[in-house]
């Protein structure tokens, strides 16, 4: 895609609404734009950023992951649980991520295998993945993490920039390869638009559908690690609701609910226009609740904006 292609695209809107966001919070404060707040802006939100991008790839892929918040938060519980029964941290990170990569093969079998539809699969194991978490650690908070393990979270990784906001960082350049520059991004279309065409050109779509779902478990439970160490204690309600922010970055950002369309460039500028307005609407003391009431808007406007564009040359030609 060209450079003005894409500025004529749905991309090119979120760089128009992005720079808005941006000109109205300098504006209204003077310590949006200090290194600390947008430092801040990241790092209290990097574990939903990290998800969204493997999202990213199971929407276009016309599947849907209801289960990512459990898993983080599954994830973090497993960690505290190991850690409080005096298992080495660096073992238990590892265990940590194999539970995310057992349960995304366990939505990915059931899915791509059994035949079961995605949404149904990972809304019943949302729901398990939350009940694991709670059984494991009760009512209980768990804390006192290894130093080396919280300050991944807490410090400074390279200079003032969190570890979290570098695993970002280059786990984006890795996805938008795969996405945007391999056969396995190719096909992850191909599926997304016509999964009947996919198989009829030889893809092994099953196969393919079980590799996303189980990146998906894995990079959640990973973000669940990035939580635990960035907060540095956790519960059993650790990630509620994060799937239903994370979904919205992606739809937000041009992937359609249908699949087969969406790029990782518009989930990323989706992510720093959400990530802007509630880190604006923070610093003008704007509660949490009125954050999530305009975000909902804008998700809406991006619902409806591409549908208005379409109709628009229809009554220009004068066909109904």
């Given at each position: 895609?060209?450079?003005?292609?894409?500025?004529?695209?749905?991309?090119?809107?979120l760089?128009?609404?992005?720079?808005?966001?941006?000109?109205?919070?300098?504006?209204?404060s003077?310590q949006?734009?200090?290194?600390?707040?947008?430092?801040?802006?990241?790092?209290?939100?990097?574990?939903?950023?990290?998800?969204?991008?493997?999202?990213?790839?199971?929407?276009?892929?016309?599947?849907?992951?209801?289960?990512?918040?459990?898993?983080?938060?599954?994830?973090?519980?497993?960690?505290?649980?190991?850690?409080e029964?005096?298992?080495?941290?660096?073992?238990?990170?590892?265990?940590?991520l194999?539970?995310?990569?057992?349960?995304?093969?366990?939505?990915?079998?059931?899915?791509a295998?059994?035949?079961?539809?995605?949404?149904?699969?990972?809304?019943?194991?949302?729901?398990?993945f939350?009940?694991?978490?709670?059984?494991?650690?009760?009512?209980?908070?768990?804390?006192?993490?290894?130093?080396?393990?919280?300050?991944?979270?807490?410090?400074?990784?390279?200079?003032?920039?969190?570890?979290?906001?570098?695993?970002?960082?280059?786990?984006?350049?890795?996805?938008?390869?795969?996405?945007?520059?391999?056969?396995?991004?190719?096909?992850?279309?191909?599926?997304?638009?016509?999964?009947?065409?996919?198989?009829?050109?030889g893809i092994?779509?099953?196969r393919?559908?079980?590799?996303?779902?189980?990146?998906?478990?894995?990079?959640?439970?990973?973000?669940?690690?990035?939580?635990?160490?960035?907060?540095?204690?956790?519960?059993?309600?650790?990630?509620?609701?994060?799937?239903?922010?994370?979904?919205?970055?992606?739809?937000?950002?041009?992937?359609?609910?249908?699949?087969?369309?969406?790029?990782?460039?518009?989930?990323?500028?989706?992510?720093?226009?959400?990530?802007?307005?509630?880190?604006?609407?923070?610093?003008?003391?704007?509660?949490?609740h009125?954050?999530?009431?305009?975000?909902?808007?804008?998700l809406?406007?991006?619902?409806?904006?591409?549908?208005?564009?379409?109709?628009?040359?229809?009554?220009?030609?004068?066909?109904?």
């Amino acid at each position: 895609m060209t450079a003005l292609k894409r500025l004529q695209s749905w991309e090119g809107f979120l760089i128009a609404v992005l720079l808005f966001v941006v000109l109205v919070n300098a504006s209204s404060s003077p310590q949006f734009l200090t290194t600390g707040n947008l430092v801040n802006l990241f790092q209290l939100s990097i574990e939903k950023a990290i998800v969204a991008l493997a999202m990213t790839l199971v929407i276009v892929n016309a599947e849907i992951d209801l289960s990512v918040g459990s898993m983080l938060g599954l994830s973090a519980c497993a960690f505290g649980y190991m850690h409080e029964a005096g298992l080495d941290a660096r073992l238990a990170v590892v265990l940590c991520l194999a539970i995310g990569l057992a349960g995304g093969l366990l939505n990915g079998i059931s899915t791509a295998w059994l035949g079961l539809p995605s949404l149904v699969v990972t809304l019943a194991t949302m729901i398990g993945f939350r009940g694991a978490a709670r059984v494991l650690v009760e009512d209980r908070g768990i804390g006192s993490f290894p130093g080396w393990f919280t300050d991944l979270g807490q410090k400074g990784f390279l200079g003032p920039v969190p570890f979290g906001l570098v695993a970002f960082a280059v786990l984006f350049a890795v996805f938008w390869v795969v996405l945007q520059r391999s056969g396995f991004g190719r096909k992850t279309y191909v599926i997304g638009t016509s999964r009947e065409v996919a198989e009829y050109a030889g893809i092994d779509t099953g196969r393919h559908k079980i590799v996303l779902f189980a990146v998906s478990g894995v990079i959640a439970a990973f973000a669940g690690l990035l939580y635990a160490a960035r907060v540095g204690a956790i519960r059993g309600d650790v990630g509620l609701g994060f799937e239903l922010d994370i979904i919205t970055i992606v739809l937000l950002g041009g992937v359609s609910i249908f699949g087969g369309t969406g790029s990782l460039m518009g989930t990323l500028l989706a992510v720093l226009i959400v990530l802007s307005l509630r880190n604006g609407m923070a610093l003008q003391n704007i509660t949490g609740h009125i954050q999530t009431g305009v975000v909902g808007l804008l998700l809406i406007g991006s619902v409806l904006a591409p549908r208005i564009r379409l109709r628009r040359p229809r009554r220009a030609g004068g066909m109904p």
